[in-house]
């Protein structure tokens, strides 16, 4: 079965800081998508990065960056200059295919609060 | 651009009460995926529509049905309410069954059991 296991629960740190948020999953499955959402207080869902199983390369959007390392089954999600409002709920998935649609496997998420 | 527009997007009921939630996907997307997030729990997958015909289910109690319309609408239909019922449901649309694409995510109906 898919998992996956974001094993810091809660991150504090101050403005300007850099943060990594850990991601470690499972799947047989050869083909397989990876994302990170970020969940403000207020609730939504916001998507932030979808990556192919096959696509090793490490991704940068703004201060996002992302490294996907197949051989240790790690994605993991950095933060540079933090800021206030990044303080939010973050959460790993993993998209599983079954009857035909790709239904996301979500960790227990990674909840960052960012100090002025 | 169009989003995934949930209705309402609050809501209380009693306990063994009756609830519909509403999910209206982006047009031209053919997969609907309904999510429930408990309070400081991570989103679970309840069950998925493709082309309106039901296409995996996960850990949905007996108790809640949904189906896909033929506009493409969905709802969640949810019987003798429990207090554990209380939760953010949200409801994702993608095209292709999600193969070319992410879901795409409403903003969640927020259920509340009293």
């Known amino acids: 079965a898919q998992k996956v296991t974001q094993a810091q629960t809660e991150i504090s740190v101050v403005e300007k800081e850099d943060v990594t948020l850990d991601c470690v999953y499972e799947t047989r499955d050869t083909t397989y998508y990876l994302f990170w959402y970020k969940q403000p207080p207020s609730g939504e869902l916001v998507f932030l990065i979808r990556?192919?199983?096959?696509?090793?390369q490490n991704e940068i959007s703004g201060r996002y960056s992302w490294n996907f390392q197949k051989s240790t089954s790690s994605f993991n999600f950095t933060i540079t200059a933090s800021q206030v409002v990044d303080s939010a709920v973050y959460f790993c998935?993993?998209?599983?295919?079954?009857?035909?649609?790709?239904?996301?496997?979500f960790g227990k998420g990674t909840k960052l609060t960012v100090n002025p | 651009a169009a989003g995934v527009i949930q209705s309402p997007r609050h809501l209380i009921k009693e306990k063994r009460e009756t609830a519909t939630l509403k999910c209206y996907p982006i047009?031209?997307?053919?997969?609907v995926y309904w999510y429930q997030q408990g309070p400081g729990q991570d989103p679970q997958f309840l069950i998925s529509f493709y082309e309106k015909m039901q296409s995996d289910k996960g850990s949905i109690p007996d108790r809640f049905s949904a189906q896909q319309f033929s506009d493409y609408h969905s709802e969640l239909n949810m019987s003798s309410l429990e207090l554990g019922d209380s939760a953010l449901y949200f409801c994702?649309?993608?095209?292709?069954?999600?193969?070319?694409?992410?879901?795409?995510f409403g903003q969640g109906t927020r259920l509340t059991v009293v």
């Open positions: 047009p031209r997307h053919d997969t």
């Open positions: 990556r192919n199983s096959f696509d090793e």
């Open positions: 994702a649309s993608s095209p292709d069954r999600g193969r070319r694409t992410e879901a795409f």
């Open positions: 998935a993993l998209s599983e295919a079954s009857g035909g649609s790709e239904k996301l496997v």
